[in-house]
C-alpha cells in the first residue's frame, strides 16, 4: 500500500469529533480487504476483526487510534455571518484566513475572518483574537445562509495535505490518522503473516472531547492486551526537550504508570530484533490518550502506548515523517506476529517477560 495517498485521503476526509461518518466509511472500506468482519459501536467506532491461527478460545488483542478531529461549531448566525465556537482542542490563534466546510443542509465553503487591524482599537492589535470576534463567511446572502445553516451545525477545516522534501508531509488531523493509517499497514501486512492471538483493530472516536470511544470499545471487545497509538511530540523551534523526539527515527514507547512494564519490554525486544529505531517517553501519570481508558476497562487491561512524532500539533499544518509511518506499522505487524498464545499467562504487572531485560 502507498503511505503517501493513504495519508493524504485520512488527512482530507472530515470526521469532527462525535460526528466522524466520512472518516469511518473511508476506513470501512480501507480494511475491509484485510479483516474478517467488521462492525460498529454503539458510540460510532469502527472495530475490524482478524483472527487469529490459535486454538479457541483465543487471547485477543486490541489496537487502537482515534479517527476524530478537532474542528468548529455554529453558535449563532449573524446577517448571514457564522459564529464559532471549538470542538476538541482547535487553536484560535491559526484559524484567521482558514478555509472551512460548513457542514449544514448541504456542505458550504466558508473563511474564517476578522475585522481588519485597521479598524481595530489600538489595543486589541496586540492581542489573539477572541471567539467572540471571529466569525465565518460562506458568502451567501443572509436569508439563504439562515435555511441552509443552524445552531449546532459543524465546521471542518480544509486542507490539502502537502508533500515536503525527504518524504515528510504536513496537514490537518495527523493527530491521530497518521497512527490509523499505522494501524491499516499492520493489518496489510498481517494478511501475509500468521498470528496465534486474534487482533481486533478500532478506530476509535470522541478521543478528542473526551476518551469516550476508547472506553467504550475496550468494554465491548474486552481484549486481554491492548496497543494505543497516538501523536507525540516531535522537535521543532521553541519547544523544551524534554519529552520531544526527532523526526524520521522511529516512535515512542511509554514508560510509566499507565503501561504494562512486561508489555514495554517485548516490544522494546521487537523493535531491536527488527532494527527498528525507538525512543522512550517516560510519562509519570495520565498519557491523555486512549491507553488511558483502555488501561482501566473492566478488570483491567495491560496496555501500552507507542507514539509517532509530530510538529505544530492541533494546527491544520501538523508534520510528520513517512518513515516513522511505515517503521511503526512493521513494528507492530511483527509484534502481533510474535506474540505467543500463552504470553498472557507469562505477563504480570510489576515483571518482565522472562529472557528480557529489565527496564
Not at 86 to 115: C, F, K, N, S, Y
Not at 300 to 325: C, F, N
Request: hydrophobic share 40%; aromatic share 6%.
Amino acid at each position: 500500500m502507498e503511505v503517501i495517498p493513504l495519508l493524504k485521503q485520512l488527512s482530507e476526509t472530515s470526521g469532527l469529533s462525535g460526528f466522524e461518518g466520512p472518516a469511518r466509511e473511508f476506513l470501512r472500506q480501507t480494511w475491509q480487504p484485510f479483516v474478517d468482519e467488521m462492525r460498529e459501536g454503539k458510540l460510532g467506532s469502527l472495530i475490524a476483526l482478524k483472527r487469529g491461527s490459535g486454538d479457541e478460545p483465543r487471547p485477543k488483542l486490541m489496537l487502537a487510534a482515534h479517527m476524530d478531529e478537532i474542528g468548529l461549531m455554529v453558535t449563532g448566525i449573524e446577517k448571514g455571518f457564522l459564529r464559532i465556537t471549538r470542538v476538541g482542542g482547535t487553536d484560535r490563534r491559526v484559524l484567521l484566513g482558514l478555509e472551512v466546510t460548513v457542514h449544514g443542509e448541504r456542505d458550504l465553503p466558508g473563511i474564517v475572518a476578522a475585522r481588519p487591524p485597521h479598524v481595530l482599537p489600538a489595543e486589541e492589535r496586540k492581542k489573539t483574537v477572541p471567539w467572540t470576534k471571529l466569525f465565518v463567511d460562506v458568502g451567501l446572502p443572509a436569508e439563504e445562509v439562515e435555511r441552509l445553516v443552524s445552531v449546532g451545525d459543524t465546521i471542518s477545516i480544509q486542507r490539502e495535505m502537502t508533500e515536503l522534501k525527504n518524504r515528510r508531509v504536513a496537514g490537518k488531523a495527523m493527530d491521530d490518522r497518521a497512527c490509523v493509517a499505522v494501524i491499516t499497514l499492520a493489518l496489510e501486512q498481517l494478511a501475509r503473516m500468521q498470528h496465534a492471538w486474534d487482533v481486533f483493530a478500532v478506530a476509535t472516536v470522541q478521543e478528542e472531547t473526551g476518551l469516550k470511544g476508547a472506553t467504550t470499545a475496550a468494554y465491548g471487545v474486552a481484549p486481554d492486551l491492548a496497543v494505543a497509538l497516538d501523536a507525540g511530540f516531535a522537535e521543532q523551534p521553541g519547544v523544551s526537550e524534554a519529552g520531544v523526539f526527532p523526526l524520521g527515527e522511529g516512535p515512542s514507547i511509554g514508560i510509566g504508570p499507565n503501561f504494562s512494564p512486561g508489555l514495554v519490554a517485548r516490544l522494546k525486544k521487537v523493535a531491536e530484533a527488527h532494527e527498528i529505531p525507538y525512543h522512550i517517553e517516560p510519562t509519570p501519570g495520565d498519557s491523555g490518550t486512549d491507553a488511558w481508558a483502555i488501561q482501566i476497562s473492566r478488570a483491567g487491561v495491560p496496555t501500552a502506548l507507542i507514539s509517532l512524532p509530530i510538529r505544530y500539533m492541533h494546527q491544520p499544518v501538523e508534520t510528520l515523517d513517512v518513515k516513522d509511518v511505515e517503521r511503526t506499522g512493521r513494528l507492530l505487524a511483527v509484534f502481533v506476529a510474535g506474540l505467543e498464545e500463552n504470553f498472557l499467562e507469562k505477563l504480570a504487572w510489576n515483571t518482565t517477560i522472562e529472557g528480557v531485560d529489565k527496564q
